[in-house]
């Protein structure tokens, strides 16, 4: 798998176009305009989850989906970036049987918190699988660092609130 993220000025239409447009020469699906079938139930104790993780999230698609933005400003270009533009931790929880669930995301962190987090993670049994980041000029500057694991969804979820601890991020 790859990721590719994608960043436009200017018309929000036209970056739009430039947007399908590009993906039309991919095969990448295009998103259902309208859901024909209901979310299917999560096979998850989403409580449980929540209370070891700390956070809440929703449901959506068959899976559990969390999200917790940082806890100062964000900028780039002198512009404040909001966390719902991906400068937030990201975390989803596919259920996998028997209280068991696929996690994966990115922690959104400054250089001071990368090792700390890597290391809680790693003492949980969480695998890194990217460091990187997305934006040139950032203020301050910030770090994604993705992750998968398969395990019991409640241990997995207090290895990511360890995880979460060592990170500047509005706290529930």
């Known amino acids: 798998m790859l ?11 036209a970056v739009a ?10 095969t990448t699906p295009a998103p259902a305009s309208a859901r024909s079938t209901p979310d299917p139930v999560l096979d998850l104790d989403t409580a449980a989850v929540r209370a070891a993780l700390g956070y809440a999230g929703r449901a ?10 940082r806890a100062e400003t964000i900028r780039d270009a002198g512009e404040v970036i909001p966390p719902s533009l991906g ?29 700390p987090v890597i290391r809680a993670l790693r003492e949980h049994g969480i695998e890194i699988t990217s460091l990187h980041n997305h934006l040139l000029t950032d203020e301050p500057r910030l770090f994604f660092l993705h992750f998968w694991a398969n395990d019991d969804a409640v241990k997995l979820a207090r290895g990511l609130h360890a995880a979460l601890g060592r990170t500047n991020s509005l706290r529930p």
């Open 17 to 26: 176009r430039t947007v399908r447009a590009a993906l039309a020469l991919t």
């Open 60 to 69: 959506n698609g068959g899976v559990y989906q969390v999200s917790i933005p």
């Open 87 to 115: 400068l937030g931790t990201a975390i989803n929880f596919q259920p996998t049987g028997n209280g068991r669930a696929a996690i994966t995301g990115d922690f959104v962190m400054t250089s001071a918190e990368v090792n």
């Open 3 to 13: 990721y590719v993220h994608v960043h436009g000025h200017g018309d929000p239409v």
